[in-house]
């Protein structure tokens, strides 16, 4: 396991343990131990220039340093006159730089993963959800660690689905949460296919490909698809649509599996909510909204024809961001459907509802505003 070590001071030995980083992040090569006497301006220098601080004071000081330190690294405006890809491009390598920066700011968890810090949080049972078993002295990111709290936070109360009758979906650690209802929303009214809708003596069956949180294979289920088979890659995703399928009383109806992109078989209906972004993910999170080269969606449309029943349909819902980023343009996405032998069957478009579409300080503003959320019904040619 990669280690960090540090002095607490000249004459005390070197002190080391083990490394943790949710983005595969290496441990710093230059580690100094802080405290509240530390200026923000000096920490901020530190850590541009690669010099990891050790956190040993009060924990609401850390907190306020990182929100000084969030000041500074935000301080540069996008260039007058660039493209929409050129912003997002310096937006993502801002962001990039940001959490570089922050991400300077270390704190250690004992054998217990207890935080050890003056008016510091109980972490112990939301690094557990995260990190699994305790496996002695860990230092990690104190801008991670939070995010770890805030998803314990969110797992633990849930987020209510009107879609689901108002019943909530619990997102675990590192999977994307469905705060943003408006897709799930086209999912519940969409018109099901003809062979999703017609009785007989076998089950009709839907694919959730990419499930997540399984919110859209619960959706499904409750619209009356008597099985629904949930896919995802992500161990951490599979565990949360079990345990949400579980919460929901759904687990006899939705069967969540591990498999590749598609299970075996043929279904009526193969609904998939690909991350809408053609761009490298940076974290686990991010896979949620990223998608490399689109290598999912294109894995979707290419492999969908040969798993849908005789009047079967796909559902593909997905963001025009893309597009207004000039990351992707609408012919290119229609040929994707021409190119794996797919036609449009009809569109259901809605208007993202989340806040920072409205927010005009947001870098990508113009693009987020003028953001359409469809869903495709495809069939085979």
């Known amino acids: 396991m990669p280690r960090i070590e540090w002095t607490e001071s000249d004459n005390t030995p070197v002190r080391y343990a083990r490394w943790h ?4 992040a290496a441990p710093p090569g230059r580690t ?14 530190l850590a541009c220039e690669g010099t990891a601080l050790l956190w040993r004071g009060d924990f609401h000081g850390a907190r306020h340093l990182l929100a000084a330190l969030a000041r500074r690294v935000d301080r540069k405006p996008p260039p007058p006159g660039a493209t929409p890809a050129d912003r997002f491009h310096l937006h993502r390598r801002a962001r990039g730089h940001r959490a ?5 700011v270390l704190v250690r968890l004992d054998e217990e993963y207890a935080l050890t810090l003056r008016r510091a949080p109980d972490v112990r049972a939301a690094c557990q959800e995260a990190y699994g078993p305790p496996d002695g002295p860990t230092v990690v ?19 209510p689905i009107p879609a689901l009758d108002g019943d909530r979906v619990h997102p675990h650690y590192g999977v994307f949460s469905p705060v943003r209802g408006e897709y799930v929303d086209l999912v519940a009214g969409a018109p099901l296919p003809v062979a999703a809708a017609r009785g007989g003596t ?39 649509a079990r345990d949400n399928t579980r919460r929901l009383g759904l687990a006899g109806r939705v069967d969540v599996v591990g498999t590749g992109l598609f299970p075996e078989g043929r279904a009526a209906l ?11 993910p940076a974290s686990a999170v991010e896979q949620g909204v990223y998608d490399k080269g689109g290598a999912m969606l294109r894995g979707f449309l290419t492999g969908l024809a040969a798993h849908l029943e005789p009047g079967g349909e796909g559902w593909l819902v997905l963001s025009d961001l893309a597009e207004h980023l000039q990351l992707r343009s609408r012919a290119q996405l229609l040929a994707s459907f021409d190119t794996a032998g797919l036609r449009v069957i009809d569109r259901l478009d809605t ?22 959320t469809s869903l495709w019904r495809l069939a085979p040619r």
């Open 21 to 24: 980083s949710e983005s595969d």
């Open 32 to 45: 100094s131990v802080a405290d509240d006497r530390m200026r923000a301006d000096t920490a901020h220098r």
């Open 100 to 104: 570089r920066v922050l991400g300077m």
């Open 141 to 159: 990111s104190l801008r991670e660690l939070l995010g770890v709290v805030g998803a314990h936070e969110w797992r633990a109360k849930g987020v």
């Open 202 to 240: 076998r089950p009709r069956t839907a694919f959730d490909i990419g499930t997540g949180t399984g919110v859209l294979a619960a959706v499904l289920a409750r619209r009356g698809l008597e099985r629904v088979v949930a896919t995802d890659i992500n161990p951490r995703a599979l565990a949360c």
């Open 270 to 280: 193969v609904v998939c909510n690909p991350p809408w972004l053609p761009a490298r």
């Open 351 to 372: 208007v993202p509802r989340h806040p920072r579409a409205a927010d005009a300080t947001d870098p990508l503003h113009a693009a987020r505003a003028a953001e359409v």
